[in-house]
């Protein structure tokens, strides 16, 4: 079993930078697929990014490509999310999560494990 616990949101005007952190417990958090996603007020949670265990594969949504970027460090059981350009509408509260999969899937369904959210605000 997982634990997920995301950090590093906050207020952010557009055009700035966060960077979110996603920590993990378990020993065997090199096994997992990792994905970012977010749900907005009034909207359905959606895929971000992901990213393959070895950190080989990353994929992502096109509403994000060119400026986030995901990465993790299996040593220290962690995954990022790198956030540059940060428009309004990528306010939402942002999920980690853990999937078992050999690949890094988009869809909510096959993921086993989640974070608490953590909030990102992106003010005009």
């Known amino acids: 079993q997982v634990q997920l616990v995301e950090s590093g949101g906050g207020l952010v005007q557009a055009g700035g930078s966060l960077r979110l952190s996603c920590a993990a417990s378990?020993?065997?958090?090199?096994?997992?697929?990792m994905g970012w996603f977010r749900q907005a007020p009034g909207k359905e949670r959606e895929f971000v990014a992901g990213i393959s265990w070895s950190g080989g594969s990353t994929s992502y949504a096109d509403s994000v490509k060119g400026r986030f970027t995901i990465s993790r460090d299996n040593a220290k059981n962690t995954v990022h999310l790198q956030m540059n350009s940060l428009k309004p509408e990528d306010t939402a509260l942002y999920y980690c999560?853990?999937?078992?999969?050999?690949?890094?899937?988009?869809?909510?369904?096959?993921?086993?494990?989640w974070g608490q959210g953590t909030q990102v605000t992106v003010s005009s």
């Open positions: 999560a853990a999937t078992t999969r050999t690949w890094v899937p988009a869809t909510i369904a096959w993921y086993d494990y």
């Open positions: 378990g020993r065997t958090f090199s096994r997992y697929a």
